[in-house]
């Protein structure tokens, strides 16, 4: 803890001063500190952890330095936090952060921690003791063709009953149609399949003709739904999902990789953009830009990830009573379909600086539940979580574990995006993830009795010879 007093004195004083330039209206230089303030903390914890992906490192990296982009202000739209705004923002970081520490401190037993501040770092899988295995590689293979067909079918009947699909709409907000309640949690989980490729590949003793037509197949549906769908966010998900598990399982990543990534998905995502009816025009209208000759590809994914502090900052400034634990709770309401049967439990204004820009932060939901308080607790909860989950990711023989880890360091990588825990999706994610693991597991566990009973069968021989 001692070795990590460093991180909390920096981000103090960094953060205090970008208020105190905030506020006296240099706005670029309270960017600039956020900014190289977040990049510092992610450095920190990824020299610590030995992993890029590293939790804690990924959201100093995405809510410190998305908070450091909002500051410079170079939309119309943005305005002056509030006071409370600025307050719960620093507080997201600072106990999501004292979540964490306190229980690898609690675990300080050797397994967290050496007992001297010295992290222990999280291991690759190529550091565990996983060999390659066919038993597990060809589950795995199940669960890729159980999501592929699951999702193939649920897009067609989908098609189906809305009449359309979203790719060859003229309709600019197509994709918001394009549900069927219930069974568009289906349609999209063949985003599962790419990381779960990954998995297969580092596991996969003997190749066969099927088993690589259906990898093949597989990972085009987790492509091609999202690009008919015109879901870029979707598209986005599956390849930054499967790159978190790569980042894990391997060691190498090179900047050839980087490069052929960026330069393959920047054309896919603006085609997608294309095709959502979304011009140049249309796009500035509705980002307000303070330069108006700013690119559309400097000015899209700023307002994508700006804004959302400033629907934040609306909300502190407009909402009129807290909801008390039922905003959160709307997954709960959603996937068992109380929302249909009480609608009122649902029935809570969303604050935005206009109606077309509706992404929120990930604390947005706790503290319209809670106030202040809420966004405090729920960033311990969410600090915790994360240790516990780095945790049982090095003590688990389970290769699904690492999907747990991937989507966990999606949301908090992601973290001024949305408010992941209160999004039914998220959670039918995570169950779906649960459900695999817990198949491997179970056939794992059967597996080792059989051996056991072959062992005592040859014992038995001896015993009587």
Known sequence: MKTKKVDYLSYIICYALCVVLSKAGYSYPAGVVLMGEALFLYVLSVKRSGVLTDLRGLFSASWIGGEGLACLQLSRLQQDWENTTWLCFFFGYLFFMAGYDLLEQRFADGNGADGKGKQQQLPHAEKTDWKRDQGKSRRILICIGALMFGSIACFLLEAAVVGFIP??????????????SGVHYFTISCILIPALSVLYFRLVEKWNPAGLILLICGNVTAVGIPILCVSRFQLLFAVGFAAVVYLMVYRHVTWKMIVTGIVILIPVYVLLTVARRHDVTYLNSIFEMKYS???IFVTQPYMYVVNNYENFNCMVAQLPEFTHGLKMLFPVFALTGLK?????????????????LTTLTIFYDAYYDFGTAGVVLFALVLGGGAFLLTRWTKKSENPLVYLFYGQIAIYLGLSFFTTWFSNPTTWFWLALTMMMYAGISWRKKTDGKKLKRIRRGSSNEKESD
Do not use: D, G, I, R
């Open 167 to 180: 790719l060859f709409s003229p309709e600019p907000h197509a994709y918001s149609y394009f549900h069927v």
């Open 293 to 295: 000759e700013m690119p």
């Open 340 to 356: 249909f049967v009480f609608p009122q439990l649902v029935a809570f204004p969303l604050y935005t600086t206009k109606p077309e």
